[in-house]
């Protein structure tokens, strides 16, 4: 229970004016610290909603598989330029991304991850290293703008850590291969 009282504090600094303003005013800040930092919120929260909400999670999220789409789909559309312009534009949207990512994202990747298998849990750190791999080539060799509301330069050093991390997910990946015990 300590836990999602960690997770509120930390969904409630992360929306003060001050620190939104701070982490939305450089682009990579926003996308690489500001969004994950909700989604841990909201995992640190969700054990409260696991308690409180067990009989939702039995029937809905049995073999953890809907809980990762929901995941998956909710990070992946944070990620389009779009999404982080409007969030920027109007607080409708930016409401919308503090909750998305700390209540559908963080809450349904904490209860869904232990009830996924290897292959699964693979199989999502893959897609999201190949998504990353994506993104990043786009904002380093995209000619124009995607954002509006974030100069070039800020573009260019968001794509290359979304490469960087998608590199270090692959050598994650690649340690989990080799280290991962024999089935018999």
Not at 38 to 56: D, H, N, P, Q, W
Request: with cysteine; charged share 10%; proline share 4%.
């Amino acid at each position: 229970m300590k836990q999602s009282l960690y997770g509120l504090a930390l969904f409630v600094l992360l929306a003060l004016p001050p620190v939104a303003g701070l982490m939305e005013s450089l682009m990579i800040a926003h996308m690489h610290m500001q969004m994950p930092l909700l989604v841990l919120s909201g995992f640190l929260m969700a054990k409260y909603g696991e308690i409180r909400f067990s009989r939702f999670w039995e029937t809905w999220n049995v073999n953890g598989i809907p809980g990762i789409l929901m995941f998956a789909i909710v990070a992946a559309y944070w990620m389009l330029p779009r999404a982080m312009d409007e969030a920027l534009a109007s607080s409708g949207m930016e409401a919308f991304k503090f909750l998305s990512l700390s209540l559908l994202c963080g809450v349904s990747l904490r209860n869904s991850w232990p009830k996924i298998d290897f292959a699964a849990k693979g199989t999502v750190v893959v897609v999201f290293a190949l998504l990353f791999a994506a993104l990043g080539l786009l904002y380093v060799i995209a000619p124009v703008q995607l954002c509006n509301n974030y100069v070039l330069l800020e573009q260019i050093a968001l794509g290359w850590g979304f490469l960087t991390t998608a590199f270090f997910m692959v050598v994650f990946i690649i340690y989990h291969w080799f280290t991962r015990p024999a089935s018999g």
